[in-house]
Nanobody, 116 residues
C-alpha cells in the first residue's frame, strides 16, 4: 500500500538540531521530486525544502542555510537535517511528492518543538 512515514521529530532547545526521515512504501521515490512541508497551529501548510530526482534542492527563505534536504534512493527515504533551530520552526513536519499530480495522502507527520 502507499504510505509515508515521517520520524525524527522531538523537543529541542533553540540552536539545537534534528534530523527528520521520510520513508515511503508503495511508490518509488527515486523517480519523483519530494518535498518537506510543515504546518504550525493556525497556519497553512508550507513547503520548506524540495529535492528533485536529480538531486537539485530548493529551500524556503526562512530555512535556507539552516536546513538540508537529501535523499537515499536505495532506501526510498528522504531526510531533512535541521540545524540552528528556532522557536518559529515549531510545527508538524510532513513529506510528500512535490508535484501535485503525484501527491499521496498525507501521513501523520512528525512534531518538532523548539523551546527558547
Amino acid at each position: 500500500q502507499v504510505q509515508l512515514v515521517e520520524s525524527g521529530g522531538g523537543l529541542v532547545q533553540a540552536g539545537g538540531s534534528l534530523r527528520l526521515s521520510c520513508a515511503a512504501s508503495g511508490i518509488i521515490f527515486s523517480i519523483n521530486a519530494v518535498a518537506w512541508y510543515r504546518q504550525a497551529p493556525g497556519n497553512q501548510r508550507e513547503v520548506v525544502a524540495r529535492i528533485t530526482s536529480g538531486g537539485s534542492t530548493v529551500y524556503a527563505d526562512s530555512v535556507k542555510g539552516r536546513f538540508t534536504i537529501t535523499r537515499d534512493n536505495p532506501k526510498n527515504t528522504v531526510y531533512l537535517q535541521m540545524n540552528s533551530l528556532k522557536p518559529e520552526d515549531t510545527a508538524v513536519y510532513y513529506c510528500n511528492a512535490d508535484s501535485p499530480n503525484r501527491r499521496l495522502p498525507w501521513g501523520q507527520g512528525t512534531q518538532v518543538t523548539v523551546s527558547s
